[in-house]
């Protein structure tokens, strides 16, 4: 608009023509406000306050702006906005430079506070604590003047229809872990699916499939007592297609019991090639298993019976032909094996000695006699404490399941999960379903931890000491017994893949260096480029992952 004339009169309205031309004017100007203009770096001078903000656009038409009336104004009031305008504008680059610093500086996120991180921090800082082992002691002598028996795992192998299951569930009757009633209910289940015989495996195959095929699947659990010990059994499957469960319960066990049927036709089955006795042997002392009991079942059986009585021919030829194998195993027929006679159905030498008149040819001890005085390795409490990871679940907060291979264990210490590392505290221990302040090495545990959630933790880990952890490794060299190969990979030589089998852990592994073989006439080593079947070699393997290693593995 033209300025005001002098003396403050308002000019005189323009003519119509002046008018439409300003009115266009004054359109292309909105036009150019509604785009953002480039932004200046150092602005030269103030622009006078925008009049309109943006509207949105529609798609009717607006109607035509009325002409702008002009104002009035002065030349003090321009300066003072001018110089409003170059302070607004100077705040503003100042304002940018110091957002500009602020995102070069390294910014930490505050992580919020929670109370499993509360946890961690406190068990991290307690797991500094020297360990006592006068605080150790203590709690050990004080759990050996409550119960001072100790506790075997005992696990039940041989060939599939053997009568694992049947001696456990007869030595739970014996015991007093079954009532009759319950006894009576299973006979009548196994007579109506015509498997008389079945009733007593029944206690221990509780599950539908295994009643229905008479096949155990998974390892069963039960646990009795005598006057000298406290025994969990360990009901392994007998057949092939189940051999890893039987591995699994294998490796938690401190006494192994071979059930052999001396029944026409069985004994040789499982004994051939191929038969899992052979291989329910060789794989329980691969895992450790130093002690055998080895009980010959069926003698009652009308097929080797004579006359009612036990037959002490069949008996012998079983004794025979088996000593020469579990030898060559590796087992001591003086020291780590003992031959029982029983008939596990009718529980005749399981608690009770069988009568002269059924069997007179043997006087020696029962089942439960040989458990009771069988030699173990003792345990020192003092030792770090181990425990393998069988399973976990949740329950009021983590918890752990596994057998403690060595040390003491008590409420409130701090340990470690390997292979990751992770510091644990110990709120709860749980010892033969009952709760406890400590356990000692060789019992079966749940233990609640804090400090870790449900899936920090999995099966094959280590719970163990801080001060001395269970080691770690990927590569390791390892004395090898081959018992058999995959036909159509014979030849044991490097790049030979397998399954590592060790204590809680399966995991994959591969052959990366022959060391040598042994030869099985001379003991001696040489070097050979491959090894067949039925033979010695030292290897050197590499695991898939790190595992924790602290005793004997098997490879499958």
């Not at 036990?310 to 012998?316: M, T, V």
């Not at 770690?472 to 893949?497: A, D, K, M, W």
């Not at 480029?529 to 290693?549: L, N, Q, T, Y």
Request: charged share 25%; proline share 9%.
């Amino acid at each position: 608009p033209p300025p005001p004339r002098a003396g403050g009169q308002p000019p005189p309205p323009p003519p119509p023509a002046v008018a439409a031309q300003q009115q266009q004017l004054q359109q292309q100007q909105e036009q150019q406000q509604q785009q953002p203009p480039p932004r200046p770096a150092v602005p030269a001078a103030p622009e006078p306050p925008a009049a309109q903000e943006q509207q949105p656009r529609s798609s009717t038409p607006e109607p035509p702006a009325e002409p702008e009336q002009p104002t009035s104004s002065s030349p003090i009031s321009d300066a003072a906005a001018a110089e409003d305008g170059a302070d607004a504008a100077a705040d503003e680059l100042a304002r940018e430079a110091e957002q500009l610093k602020l995102d070069e500086q390294p910014k930490t996120p505050r992580t919020p506070r929670t109370p499993r991180a509360d946890k961690a921090a406190e068990v991290a800082a307690e797991s500094h604590t020297p360990v006592d082992q006068g605080r150790i002691m203590e709690a050990y002598n004080k759990l050996m003047a409550e119960d001072p028996r100790d506790h075997l795992n005992v696990v039940f192998i041989g060939h599939v229809d053997a009568g694992k299951s049947t001696l456990g569930g007869q030595i739970l009757f014996l015991t007093g872990g079954v009532d009759k009633r319950t006894i009576e209910k299973y006979e009548r289940e196994a007579k109506d699916k015509n498997r008389e015989s079945w009733y007593m495996a029944y206690i221990m195959d509780t599950n539908e499939e295994e009643r229905v095929k008479g096949i155990t699947v998974e390892v069963g659990r039960a646990k009795f007592e005598t006057e000298a010990r406290r025994y969990t059994i360990l009901d392994a499957p007998g057949h092939k297609n189940y051999v890893p469960n039987m591995i699994m319960g294998a490796a938690q066990a401190d006494v192994a019991v071979l059930v052999i049927s001396s029944r026409k036709g069985e004994y040789e089955t499982g004994f051939e090639k191929g038969g899992q006795t052979r291989e329910h042997a060789q794989l329980a002392k691969t895992l450790g298993v130093v002690k055998l009991i080895v009980v010959v079942n069926k003698l009652d059986d009308h097929s080797v019976a004579e006359e009612g009585k036990w037959s002490q021919a069949r008996y012998d030829e079983i004794v025979k032909g088996l000593t020469p194998f579990l030898k060559q195993c590796g087992y001591n027929p003086k020291k780590d094996l003992t031959f029982i006679p029983i008939s596990a159905l009718h529980g005749h030498n399981v608690k009770e000695r069988v009568g002269s008149d059924v069997c007179p040819w043997y006087n020696g001890p029962t089942l439960f006699e040989t458990l009771d005085t069988v030699e173990v390795q003792q345990r020192e409490p003092t030792a770090p404490f181990r425990m393998p990871i069988v399973d976990k679940y949740r329950d009021m907060g983590t918890m752990v399941m596994g057998k403690s291979e060595a040390g003491l264990v008590q409420l409130g210490d701090t340990l470690q999960v390997m292979p990751n590392k992770l510091h644990v505290k110990v709120e709860a221990i749980y010892r033969d379903e009952q709760e406890s302040n400590a356990a000692p090495a060789g019992e079966n545990l749940r233990l609640r931890i804090s400090g870790a959630e449900e899936g920090d933790v999995a099966t094959g880990f280590v719970l163990c000491s801080i001060s001395d952890p269970v080691p770690l490794v990927s590569t390791f060299e390892c004395q090898l017994v081959i018992l058999e190969l995959l036909e159509h990979n014979p030849i044991f030589t490097v790049g030979y893949r397998s399954v590592l089998h060790i204590h809680t852990i399966v995991e994959e592994c591969e052959v990366t260096k022959l060391v040598h073989a042994v030869d099985m006439k001379t003991k001696e080593p040489k070097k050979v480029s491959g090894a067949a079947a039925a033979a010695a070699a030292a290897a050197e393997a590499e695991a898939a992952e790190r595992i924790c290693h602290h005793q004997k593995a098997l490879c499958t």
